[in-house]
């Protein structure tokens, strides 16, 4: 019998679970998705790299909802058999309820295990390829740069501006400053160059920018300004790179290649430096991945409190707030704290010893309150 409530208490709990994850996650990355928009609308990437990239981002966020999915999932759970008085006939039937807190506290184990998983493998692993896809994209919305009255300067070195932009596609009085040697067909020099065109389309390919009765001015390396008119040019833009962020960060290396650098502090290596800030910052990093999944099985046991029957409304009222407002507290100091986890060695062991030795303190506590609870 007690394998069929246990198999039932797991089913339930996990399609809650399931329920909750996926439909937050859900509405997070929708909207993450419409911010992305940017890489599209402002850099010019192509529109499957932009549904990649997006894509590349849901175990980050998985990552972070893994908790609360499972705080929320388990009250639900907990209420749910209440409510349908499946506990009462649980109680009544001679089932002790620490068996059931020991089954909260095994769920809670490979809820935990499974969020180590994404924050030290999955996440690092698709965040730095999320990088990589940005890094390795050329430009092809060209025309995501030619906007109407707007100096869009989103690739690094070049600024373009048009004044009017026409009903047939086409563009009236273009103006290019070339800076980096972005547009390495023209400026050749460390001096760049600028274009002046009285118009110009962007070409079927919408890889190059044709442009019409204008000039382009560069200056040599004496100061020298030089001028060349042309009728008709053809600029090749299917090179260019955006400013977008292309270097991995923290939160994007390898677990692997974390612990390295907090241990040899090799600067040769690719993302570690030896400077303490950013020591700091590798091991708040770590803390998070291997840290915060101690909290969710001190939540399963705050959370197993709800398993209390007592008649006194007031009693069950207090019990059905204070619990699930302790176990939300924890989430969000073992979020705060997590920040400070780093700063020295005493405050990563504060942050590990905290959960770890809430845990005995709890499961007393439950143990206290489950043999002196009155539940005739």
Known sequence: MNNRVYKYFFYEF???FLIVLFAICAILWTIQAVNFLDLVTEDGHAFGIYTFYSFLLIPKIITKLIPFAFLISLMITINKLEKDNE???LWTSGLNKIYIVHLIFKISLFIAMIQILFTAFITPETLNTSRSVLKNSQLQFIPSLLKEKVFNDSVKGLTIFVERKNTDGSF???FIEDEGKALTAISTDESGSTIFAKSGYVASDDKSLVLYNGSIQKNNLEKEISIVRFEKTV???SALSTKTITAPKIQETSSKDIFICIKT???NKNNCNAELDFQKDLMIEVNKRFGTPFY???IGLIISFLLSTRK???ISL?????FPALSFAMLVCSEISVRYSGFSLNNTLIYYIIPIGMLPLTYLLLVRTFKYENLN
């Open 14 to 16: 996990l399609r809650y």
């Open 87 to 89: 506990l009462i006939a």
């Open 172 to 174: 009236k009085n273009i």
């Open 235 to 237: 600029i090749d833009l």
């Open 265 to 267: 502090k090799d600067q």
């Open 296 to 298: 969710i099985p001190v």
């Open 312 to 314: 006194d409304k007031k």
């Open 318 to 322: 207090y019990n059905k707030n204070i």
